[in-house]
């Protein structure tokens, strides 16, 4: 484990995992405060999925994905404009 679910972690390790994943919005994974300390862990049905009244989840055909082309470190102020 790179970071420590709940209890923290690091900016950089975030955009890493969105360099080499593409990560859906809240509109169809809804944030559930869990980590590996605390009984979620990651599997399809995390990934996008909308539920109906009386019927079963699916996953949508259409939805959106973000992810990053670049990322790392940068130190000086002329650098982080």
Do not use: Q, W
Request: glycine residues 12%.
């Amino acid at each position: 484990m790179k970071d420590d679910g709940c209890f923290g972690g690091y900016a950089l390790n975030a955009y890493e995992f969105m360099a080499e994943n593409e990560i859906t919005d809240e509109t169809c994974s809804t944030y559930r405060a869990r980590g590996h300390t605390n009984g979620e862990v990651c599997s399809a049905m995390n990934v996008c999925r909308n539920c109906n009244p009386g019927e079963a989840c699916f996953v949508p055909d259409k939805y959106y994905v973000y992810g990053v082309d670049e990322y790392g470190t940068v130190s000086g102020e002329e650098n982080m404009i």
